[in-house]
């Protein structure tokens, strides 16, 4: 849906369980109201829009206090929803669930006036005009992995959602010695390294954190920068650290905490994590060592594969993508014209068809008609921006496999505005093709040979 629509429009589970996206006609015409400009000048940035929105809804004397708090609902249960892809997109495939499962924990506003209180409305009410600057989508996002529906769900599935820095942020060495006893059962050398490793780290990061904390500048749990990888490293024994260099260092801190994360997963009454014996873990940190050391001088393949890597997340995001818009536009439709409209992007994107051909072929009777029904702008807005949202989450996460922790802060700038060209790009070339009604021969767009890929099999089932 498009960034205005999203205000007027309320994503949530219907009594059979199915996905359903309500359009608020009242909150419609309140928004238009409030905001003109997304009529002329284009849409204003959400921040600015909610900033407003929060001000009337937090205001008792406003008379528009309730219809304001009703488009911010609406606001936030798509970016709920958009949470739920993330946790399908991030952890789904391997610890076996879909957005489906997750849905029915966290979508369960109706703008009902009852004694129950939704999450949409919970997470409203929570956030302070002075977090601004956090960011209304990422206080959603954190609620979210604290509600407990949601964390008792992933739990069981195995998922502990806290990051590595806040679990050994939060483990003292007393209970790190025991839990690498008595859970891993790991030798006792290897206990003393890792009770040393921690140590240092607290020495580090953990200090210079609560340091922050105290000044009031506090900063989210990031990795470790390489002054503070190298640091942590000088603070070692040299037998330890005598040959590990930054890298080595942040892989050893992370196997650390994945000890930690698969103890608190147990513990909780969730999926025990997977083990590996002593020898796998010297082996396999012997191997990554070389594999280190060797990467220095590889950054050239890095960036090869950093870019397959990206194209290959690009097409599986585009594809989710897709599917979402379709769903949400079908939902705010009824028969015939699910079919209609089904049949006419397949005419349009797969046949080339022009839209006075596609009429009489899906039953309507003029040009404009067609233009109605398909909203081929809003479409592609709608593509582009959950396409972005889906890419941001997953490219983010993989460039720290080929970047620092600090380098991917300076850079994440770049790589959305980077990513974010590459996807206006493909949404311009696709109404290119439309507009010039290229012939057949001539080969169908990325964006036409997804969706008709899409398309295909949506018919078959």
Excluded at 217 to 244: F, M, Y
Aim: aromatic fraction near 6%; proline fraction near 3%.
């Amino acid at each position: 849906m498009t960034t205005g629509a999203k205000y007027w429009q309320l994503v949530r589970i219907d009594s059979g369980g199915r996905l359903r996206v309500e359009k608020i006609e009242e909150a419609k015409i309140f928004f238009e109201k409030e905001f003109p400009e997304l009529n002329t000048s284009g849409p204003p940035r959400d921040l600015e829009i909610q900033s407003k929105l929060i001000s009337l809804a937090k205001n008792d004397q406003s008379k528009d206090r309730v219809i304001a708090q009703i488009c911010l609902r609406c606001w936030i249960s798509s970016e709920i929803q958009q949470v739920c892809l993330y946790l399908e997109h991030r952890f789904g495939s391997k610890h076996g669930f879909t957005r489906c499962d997750l849905f029915p924990l966290v979508l369960d506003d109706t703008l009902e006036t009852t004694n129950y209180t939704p999450l949409s409305l919970k997470i409203l009410q929570t956030f302070e005009q002075n977090q601004a600057s956090l960011g209304l989508a990422t206080w959603i996002n954190r609620k979210i992995q604290q509600t407990q529906a949601i964390t008792a769900f992933l739990l069981e599935k195995g998922v502990y959602l806290a990051s590595d820095w806040a679990i050994l942020n939060d483990t003292k060495n007393t209970q790190l010695q025991l839990i690498l006893e008595e859970f891993h059962r790991l030798a006792p050398q290897e206990i003393e390294q890792a009770l040393l490793l921690l140590e240092a780290y607290h020495n580090v990061y953990l200090q210079e954190r609560l340091i922050a904390r105290k000044k009031g500048t506090a900063w989210k749990c990031v990795p470790p920068t390489i002054e503070q990888l190298q640091r942590i490293a000088q603070l070692l024994p040299k037998q330890q650290s005598g040959s590990i260099n930054s890298k080595l260092i942040l892989a050893q801190l992370q196997k650390l905490a994945q000890w930690l994360r698969q103890y608190r997963i147990y513990v909780r009454g969730g999926a025990a994590g997977s083990s590996e014996s002593l020898e796998n873990i010297s082996t396999k940190l012997q191997v990554e060592e070389q594999q280190l050391k060797e990467s220095e001088t590889e950054d050239e393949q890095e960036q090869k594969d950093f870019l397959k890597g990206y194209r290959e997340e690009f097409l599986k995001c585009l594809d989710v993508a897709i599917e979402k818009t379709i769903q949400a536009r079908l939902s705010l439709l009824l028969p015939p014209k699910t079919e209609q409209f089904l049949k006419a992007l397949e005419l349009l994107h797969c046949q080339r068809k022009s839209m006075g051909e596609i009429a009489p072929k899906i039953g309507l009777n003029a040009q404009y008609q067609v233009t109605r029904l398909l909203k081929l702008e809003d479409f592609r807005a709608d593509v582009q921006h959950t396409l972005l949202n889906a890419l941001s989450n997953c490219i983010l996460d993989t460039a720290l496999s080929f970047l620092e922790a600090d380098q991917l802060l300076q850079r994440e700038q770049q790589i959305i505005a980077a990513m974010n060209e590459d996807i206006t790009e493909l949404i311009k070339e696709a109404a290119d093709q439309v507009s010039t009604r290229r012939e057949c021969r001539i080969q169908h767009s990325v964006f036409a040979q997804h969706l008709c890929q899409y398309l295909q099999q949506l018919i078959k089932e």
